[in-house]
């Protein structure tokens, strides 16, 4: 073997280095987002007695008992439609003012721009923890307390900065040239974005709202400090299950996570989209 013959193949071990380690880092993390899910699964649907057993059993004896309980708890499905409610709010209003601003942002030069983004990022530097008192006082006097609409107020101030900054990034992507053509052939500049630009990063405006929805779904601090009657699910569950057993505590943290779960299933596609996968 000559020495122009090793050549390729020491070019190729680097290479094959690489794609080892590419494989590994995937197989790590999806073994960091299924192992969770697949560990709250099986001790939901196992009894109360085996939970704290160890090691566990990959198909364990399917026990509905702790689902069971929940479907008959008075106050849940109640508590289950005001996270719908409050999410779907905050997915509309994230988007309607978000996305605004994120193509104020990416087509215009105005005084102040770059003080307006350093102050949607400002809305996230203060802790909820620190504005919970004075928020309860505000609604309180306001009228909003203990409504889906001031909750849903609340969460959409948390989501939008990222509404923005991700519409932010999506405007900018797409040429000025496109709506300069559409304006020659006789479009308006509304009709140009919704023929031209909106088609274009729908995907990543979906994804945008998803994120919304997951963060308003997710949050307990406001629910459980602003409502009282009209609890969310997280809050409802969080009031529940402070001295629970922790089989009935697995299976609140997969009812709420199930239907995230569900719902972002059902709007793959858009996610797929926006990451150029298709076909799926």
């Given at each position: ?115 307006f983004r350093l102050l949607i ?45 991700i519409t932010f990034s999506l ?109 799926r």
């Amino acid at each position: 073997m000559t020495a122009t013959d090793t050549l390729p193949e020491a070019a190729a071990a680097p290479r094959k280095a690489g794609q080892y380690v590419y494989a590994a880092s995937v197989a790590l993390l999806c073994a960091w987002v299924i192992v969770p899910l697949y560990l709250l699964l099986i001790n939901t649907l196992s009894s109360p007695e085996t939970v704290n057993s160890f090691p566990k059993s990959f198909i364990p004896e399917f026990d509905l008992g702790s689902l069971q309980f929940f479907a008959g708890f008075e106050g849940m499905l109640v508590a289950l439609k005001n996270s719908v409610v409050v999410a779907a709010m905050t997915m509309v209003l994230s988007i309607t003012i978000g996305a605004p601003a994120g193509y104020a942002l990416s087509r215009f030069d105005f005084r102040g721009k770059e003080l307006f983004r350093l102050l949607i990022l400002l809305t996230r530097a203060f802790p909820l923890p620190l504005l919970a008192l004075p928020l309860a006082v505000l609604f309180i006097r306001t009228g909003l307390d203990d409504t889906a609409f001031g909750l849903a107020l609340v969460h959409t101030t948390l989501a939008i900065p990222f509404a923005v900054l991700i519409t932010f990034s999506l405007f900018s992507g797409i040429p000025v040239e496109l709506e300069e053509a559409a304006w020659t052939l006789g479009c308006t500049r509304y009709t140009a974005f919704t023929k031209v630009v909106l088609p274009l990063i729908l995907p990543g405006i979906t994804a945008s709202a998803i994120f919304a929805f997951v963060i308003s779904w997710n949050e307990v601090f406001a629910a459980a400090v602003l409502t009282i009657e009209n609890r969310t699910l997280t809050a409802f569950l969080l009031q529940t299950l402070g001295e629970a057993p922790l089989h009935l505590k697995f299976a609140g943290g997969f009812i709420l996570v199930v239907p995230a779960l569900i719902f972002i299933f059902a709007v793959r596609k858009y996610l797929f989209a926006m990451w150029g996968i298709a076909n799926r």
